[in-house]
Each structure stands twice: as C-alpha cells, then as structure tokens.
C-alpha cells in the first residue's frame, strides 16, 4: 500500500511495475468512498515537470498532482497502451507512516 501525505499536492511514490514503460502512461485512480474514477496522464521525466516518471536502478518514480482528502483510500492502477503494468492501493494520511495503523486496532491476529 502506498501513502501520500493529503497536505501536499505533489506526491512522489516509488514502485516496482510489472514491465519498464517506453511512453506516455494513465494512471487511474478509484476512490473506494466516493466510486469515482479519475485520470492523470503521465510522461516521461522531462516531457512534464508535473505528471512523470523515471526507472532508476529498477524502480518506477512517479510524481503527479492530486488533491487527496484524509483517510480516503484508493485502487491505483497504471496503464501504458491499456496494458496494466502496476496495480496497487493508496491511502491519504498525515500521520507518520511508522506509527500509522490501517486498521486502527480493531483486528488483532493470533
């Protein structure tokens, strides 16, 4: 699961994606409160200084704008050609990501 701090606008996430993309991307983002889907375009680092991308060392860096509202949780999928190359989930917090607990102590595994 992937966290973005929903006080800034510009958000930086660092993935592993299914394949290395050559061009321009969509990334989807599903809000699993609200049902809606929204889509950013997504280039490659130096096309846009907003919406980009880069593979270094082989990991995905991927920075866009988004405003998110705290404690909305997302499905993140990221297509290149309609080809699905990273699925993942996100939520907004801004809480520390060392102290944050996705299920606020209500399940406890024995």
Known sequence: MKVVN???VTHDIQLIS?????GALELLLY?????????????EI????????????GYMFLKFDFVFEEGDKYQ???LENSSVIYRGK????????QTYLNDNNEYYYE
């Open 76 to 78: 993140m999928k990221i």
């Open 6 to 8: 929903p006080n800034n």
């Open 18 to 22: 299914r394949v290395y993309p050559v």
């Open 31 to 43: 809000n699993e409160s609200t049902q809606i889907e929204t889509s950013n375009a997504i280039f």
């Open 90 to 97: 996100l939520i907004a917090t801004k809480e520390d990501t």
């Open 46 to 57: 130096g096309i846009s200084f907003t919406n980009n991308y880069q593979i270094l060392d």
